[in-house]
Nanobody, 116 residues
Framework: QVQLVESGGGLAQAGGSLRLSCAASGSIFRINAMGWYRQAPGKQRELVATITTGSSTNYADSVKGRFTISRENGLATVYLQMNSLKPEDTGVYYC??????????WGEGTLVTVSS
């Protein structure tokens, strides 16, 4: 199994930046891709960005050009650099690992609050 621990959330002003980190441990060799999802109050969890072992990336339209996902040491650590933050970026951000068999692992989440 894989354990995921997020860090880096907090309070930012609109237009500001935050960087989230996700540290993976355990059976990392089973991971095919990692990503960030977020859930705003009263809304469903949604995809923010993903990155594969081959460094292919995918972004939600709402964050393209503002957020950047990157990785280090294979997929042991994944980052989400968030620039030009907007109040609508507020939510709990979850790190996700996609196993090669299609199953998922999730972190406990880190809260991001963007004030206007």
């Amino acid at each position: 199994q894989v354990q995921l621990v997020e860090s880096g959330g907090g309070l930012a002003q609109a237009g500001g930046s935050l960087r989230l980190s996700c540290a993976a441990s355990g059976s990392i060799f089973r991971i095919n891709a990692m990503g960030w999802y977020r859930q705003a109050p009263g809304k469903q969890r949604e995809l923010v960005a993903t990155i594969t072992t081959g460094s292919s990336t995918n972004y939600a339209d709402s964050v393209k050009g503002r957020f950047t996902i990157s990785r280090e040491n294979g997929l042991a650590t994944v980052y989400l650099q968030m620039n030009s933050l907007k109040p609508e970026d507020t939510g709990v951000y979850y790190c996700n690992a996609k196993y090669r068999n299609g199953m998922d692992a999730w972190g406990e989440g880190t809260l991001v609050t963007v004030s206007s």
